[in-house]
């Protein structure tokens, strides 16, 4: 049964507009680690899911919204993805887009640091 992502979606940009940050890369970095961090949880990859959430120590301001703002980013995803609403990918694509995430989080933060 496929369901429609609309909603999903539609959290996801709302989250990524409440997100903190000093630039505007912060915050769709920030949703997309914290996206990647959900779909991990429900695709049961505990190994990406532990680099994830170690990016956001290394590389995020240690701010309670930015915690916030990931939390939130990932819980909309692992519903998303628990209920149906997404196909998980093999491991090795979604190693790639995790790589790719933690570089762009690493990116959009440097500057504030």
Known sequence: MKTSRSPLLA???CSLLLAPAAHAEAPAALTSIGFLNGMALA????????RLREAV???APKQREVGEAFEQATNLAYLGYSNGGGVCPDGRTLAERVDGAILEL?????PAR
């Open 57 to 59: 120590v290394a590389y």
């Open 11 to 13: 959290a996801l940009l």
């Open 106 to 110: 690493k990116a959009a933060y440097a």
């Open 43 to 50: 695709c049961q990859q505990p190994a990406l899911v532990a």
